[in-house]
């Protein structure tokens, strides 16, 4: 089972930026295709991007495309998420799992363990 661990999430202004990074223990981590989530309070979890295991592939939300960017570092077990151009509704937890290999399945989580997140704040 891998376990991801979150970080790089914090205040930032409307219009600025942040890079999130997700690092997954495990030796598997390379062979499956990753992917970004967020929760906001009172809201259900929610996929944000994904990428493929190869990195050759991205999938998006509407609400993150043209300002976000997923990638990710195999030799690192390392998923990283860009934001840019941040808006209030931004605002949230993110985390990053292991999905499905497909288009089709790569907004579904596939391993059971999530991690703690990171809180990512923007002000209007």
């Known amino acids: 089972q891998v376990q991801p661990v979150e970080s790089g999430g914090g205040l930032v202004q409307a219009g600025g930026s942040l890079r999130l990074s997700c690092v997954a223990s495990g030796p598997t981590f390379s062979v499956y295709s990753w992917a970004w989530f967020r929760q906001a309070p009172g809201k259900e979890r929610e996929f944000v991007a994904g990428?493929?295991?190869?990195?050759?592939?991205?999938l998006y939300a509407d609400s993150a495309k043209g300002r976000f960017t997923i990638s990710r570092d195999n030799a690192k077990n390392a998923v990283y998420l860009q934001m840019n151009s941040l808006k209030p509704e931004d605002t949230a937890v993110y985390y990053c799992?292991?999905?499905?290999?497909?288009?089709?399945?790569?907004?579904?989580?596939?391993?059971?363990?999530w991690g703690q997140g990171t809180q990512v704040t923007v002000s209007s």
């Open positions: 799992n292991a999905v499905g290999a497909t288009e089709a399945t790569m907004t579904i989580a596939v391993n059971d363990y």
């Open positions: 990428i493929r295991w190869s990195g050759g592939s991205t």
